[in-house]
């Protein structure tokens, strides 16, 4: 054991180096957005002030250590995904520290419309780091789409879907500034300032939210199938790696191409998910209070996922019993 806790550490820190010290500045932040979680009170908007960042270094060192996992396979085109991986780490080091630099100043980090030179630097750095994030990741999805990149069927599936769902999730983040909300907000200081756009429909940002989320209890918030699409990566590579585990007692799942046709039937029903929660948010409905339609909506995909799953099953049973009657 002693062994490999002191091989591992040395095998990740041989991983994408960009990426890994992009991941130990967020390490960093979460630590400082942590203790300003403590320790200073003001509240921007409704929440406490050092809640997006912390949300943030959250985010991004999870993704940064998934990528810099993935990026440690083999597969062709490396020196592309290397280059695809750095412009991602500069980028969202970049737009994180803007959103760590105006928490501490007590303002807007998205959707600052004041007119003040180094706001509007800040803006547009910002705005052009998230389109250099998508495109970095879109990019790294069709070279790795068109080979297998893991050895376990599975897995490989898992990560070609995984990086569609996190694209898919990146691309609906602009759904937020197309709504063209224009609002009006107080910084900590008292100062008013202009906002081009918010995260919130039916109702003003800033409302009641959940705990920690702070999505909207009161209308709907396209930041949840923001979130839900972003991080399909790591539910589809968590899904792989429980059934994997799931192998060692059913005979079933031990071929691993029913695991990842079991694979792409969840990310089949987790597509469905964020059509859900997208069509909710857009409906100005609080993700706590589903109405009927979005009941029976998501009654339906859970069904057809779990009819997905069982007709996979049938079919490596089917296989099966044909195996042995031979």
């Known amino acids: ?126 705005g052009n780091g998230v389109l250099c994030i998508m495109l970095a990741n879109v990019a790294l999805a069709v070279i790795l789409a068109f080979q297998r990149v893991h050895a376990d069927r599975a897995m490989s599936r898992a990560i070609h879907t995984g990086l569609a769902l ?20 107080l910084t900590t200081g008292g100062e008013r300032v202009s906002l081009s756009s ?18 909207s209890t009161t209308g709907g918030d396209l930041r949840i199938p923001h979130f839900a699409g972003l991080h399909g990566l790591q539910v589809m590579l968590i899904a792989a790696l429980l059934l994997a585990a799931l192998a060692a007692r059913r005979p079933l799942l031990r071929d691993d191409r029913t695991r990842a046709r079991l694979i792409g039937v969840a990310a089949a029903g987790y597509t469905g998910l964020i059509a859900l929660l997208t069509w909710q948010a857009l409906r100005a409905q609080p993700l706590i209070r589903p109405d009927a339609p979005t009941l029976a909506a998501a009654a339906l995909l859970a069904a057809l996922t779990a009819l997905g799953a069982a007709a996979v099953l049938a079919g490596a049973r089917r296989s099966a019993d044909s195996d042995r009657n031979r």
Do not use: C
């Open 1 to 126: 054991m002693s062994t490999v806790l002191g091989v591992l550490p040395r095998r990740v820190m041989r991983w994408h180096r960009p990426l890994m010290l992009m991941v130990a500045s967020m390490l960093i932040l979460l630590v400082v957005s942590a203790a300003g979680l403590v320790f200073d009170d003001r509240v921007l908007m409704g929440a406490p002030v050092w809640l997006k960042p912390f949300k943030f270094a959250v985010s991004m060192a999870v993704y940064g250590t998934t990528l810099a996992w993935m990026l440690s396979l083999p597969h062709r085109g490396r020196r592309w995904t290397s280059g695809l991986a750095t412009v991602f780490a500069v980028t969202g080091f970049a737009d994180t520290a803007i959103v760590a630099i105006q928490a501490a100043r007590g303002t807007f980090s998205h959707f600052n419309k004041s007119t003040a030179p180094a706001e509007k630097i800040m803006q547009v750095v910002f």
């Open 166 to 185: 996190a694209v898919t999730g990146m691309a609906l983040g602009f759904l937020i500034p197309m709504q063209g909300k224009a609002e009006t907000a």
């Open 198 to 215: 918010g995260h919130s429909v039916g109702v003003p940002d800033g409302g009641p939210g959940l705990p920690l989320t702070e999505w």
